[in-house]
């Protein structure tokens, strides 16, 4: 066999291996995950809340308290996310695996990325409207994220909450000028394509649990 030969079977075993890791199935990244997307489903959930108190005056609407309830989620869901990192092991998954966590990185960076940009234009033209665009623009990059983990993995309970993430998103647009219908929208997606997700990926992960990730 000459060495041209060789290349080309290197070449295809490692296409064949490549291809195999994609549909094998491999759930242990399903803790960790669940853990986090839990985590931030509880956190945003009850910032959801914080609003709805806001909007009844039973929270407060400015000052120190009006800024804990809009940051105060966020700094929390990070502390906690460093801390599920820090007590897991470094999850050594199959290429899909890898290239699920890939794209829900990926999204993060881009949401820091949509802050600055539709966070500086509100600021400069004082238009609370224009910001409440950026809510809206990162539920549509999570049903991103999902729609992507459905097409490696084939799993139906992806695309719904992919689709989830898309109708929440148009939802929260269309009440845009109705704080009290944005705020449930964007309540009640993260309800029910975060932290009900969240909870049953921890729940699918636990020993016996049939995995279907």
Not at 40 to 68: E, S, V
Not at 88 to 106: L, Y
Request: hydrophobic share 55%; net charge positive; charged share 10%.
């Amino acid at each position: 066999m000459s060495a041209a030969d060789d290349v080309k079977v290197h070449e295809a075993r490692a296409d064949l291996a490549f291809m195999r890791a994609l549909v094998e199935p491999d759930d242990r990244w399903l803790k960790q995950f669940g853990e986090t997307y839990s985590a931030a489903g509880l956190c945003y959930c009850t910032q959801m809340l914080l609003h709805a108190g806001q909007f009844f005056g039973w929270a407060p609407g400015g000052g120190i308290g009006g800024l804990a309830i809009g940051l105060g989620p966020t700094v929390v869901f990070l502390g906690l996310l460093i801390w599920i990192i820090r007590r897991n092991a470094p999850i050594r998954g199959n290429a899909t695996a890898r290239a699920i966590g890939s794209v829900f990185g990926a999204v993060g960076l881009t949401n820091f990325a949509l802050v600055m940009i539709i966070g500086s234009i509100a600021w400069r033209m004082h238009n609370l409207t224009i910001w409440l665009i950026y809510p809206c623009s990162v539920m549509v990059l999570q049903g991103m994220a999902w729609l992507v983990a459905f097409m490696l993995r084939r799993r139906g309970w992806m695309a719904v909450v992919g689709l989830g993430w898309f109708i929440t998103g148009l939802g929260m647009a269309l009440f845009i000028d109705n704080m009290a219908g944005y705020v449930a929208t964007a309540g009640a997606g993260m309800f029910l394509f975060m932290l009900l997700p969240g909870l049953w990926m921890l729940r699918r992960a636990q020993p016996g649990q049939r995995g279907v990730a």
